[in-house]
Structures are given as structure tokens and as C-alpha cells.
Nanobody, 114 residues
Framework: QVQLAESGGGLVEPGGSLRLSCVVS????????LGWDRQAPGKQRELVAS???????NYPDSVKGRFTISRDNAKNTVYLQMNSLKPEDTAVYSC????????WGRGTQVTVSS
């Protein structure tokens, strides 16, 4: 059973930064593709970052240049560094593990507001 636990969300002013962390237990972390999704009220879930086992990262245009995903295989942890945050980044952010099957964490709330 793969379990994911996110942390690091909170309230931040526009232009600020947050770093999310996700610890993964179970599974084979080093072989998995990891990612972060977000879902805002009334909107569809969207992928905001992914990173393969080789470290190749991908981002949608909406966050490219502002968000950075990274992984630490020794700690079974994936990170999302978010800079220059905007009010439209407000959402619940969930980390995702993919190796055969997909698993998500419960999510952490990020609110960008003055």
C-alpha cells in the first residue's frame, strides 16, 4: 500500500513563496513518476508539475518559470517550490505517485491572498 503525506501549505500574500513536501511510504519511490496536482473550488483537477525517475520535469504554461519540482530518493520525498504566487494559484495541492497504479495524498491547502 502506497501512502502519501503532504505538508507545507498555508496562507501567503501575492508574490510570496511556499515549499510543499510529500513523503511517500510503500511502493518503489526511486522508480516512480511523481507529480503535484491542484484543484480549486469549482474547477477541474490539473497537473502542475511532474518528475520522472531520471529527474526530467514538466510543467504547464500556467506555472512554468515559477514552480519547481524536485525529488530526494534517499528521503522518499518530493518537493514543490512555488515562487511568485498569484491568487489564481489558490487550491488544494496533492502529490501523486505513479508506478503501475496511481496514488494521491489527501492534499494541502494553499491560499494566496492579501
Amino acid at each position: 500500500q502506497v501512502q502519501l503525506a503532504e505538508s507545507g501549505g498555508g496562507l501567503v500574500e501575492p508574490g510570496g513563496s511556499l515549499r510543499l513536501s510529500c513523503v511517500v511510504s510503500g511502493g518503489i519511490f526511486s522508480l516512480a513518476t511523481l507529480g503535484w496536482d491542484r484543484q480549486a473550488p469549482g474547477k477541474q483537477r490539473e497537473l502542475v508539475a511532474s518528475i520522472t525517475l531520471s529527474g526530467s520535469a514538466n510543467y504547464p504554461d500556467s506555472v512554468k518559470g515559477r514552480f519547481t519540482i524536485s525529488r530526494d530518493n534517499a528521503k522518499n520525498t518530493v518537493y514543490l517550490q512555488m515562487n511568485s504566487l498569484k491568487p489564481e494559484d489558490t487550491a488544494v495541492y496533492s502529490c501523486k505517485y505513479t508506478f503501475g497504479s496511481q496514488y494521491w495524498g489527501r492534499g494541502t491547502q494553499v491560499t494566496v491572498s492579501s
